[in-house]
């Protein structure tokens, strides 16, 4: 078990790809949000795509 890291949530937007425009894209369409308004809710909840729209959504 040493060494191990905790499994991060890879069902939102991710930071290390949301400099990919398709990425970025896929989720701005998906979201019906801008790439700003998203990396501001990546920034504030973190990349869970359920936290992410209800981020969105509370906006």
Do not use: F, I
């Not at 991710?14 to 990919?20: H, I, L, P, V």
């Not at 896929?26 to 209800?54: F, H, Y």
Request: proline share 3%.
């Amino acid at each position: 078990m040493h060494g191990r890291r905790p499994q991060e949530d890879r069902s939102g937007p991710q930071a290390d790809r949301a400099d990919e425009e398709h990425e970025v894209r896929s989720w701005t369409e998906s979201l019906k949000c801008t790439e700003e308004e998203l990396r501001a809710a990546v920034k504030a909840v973190g990349n869970s795509a359920e936290k992410v729209r209800e981020y969105l959504r509370k906006k």
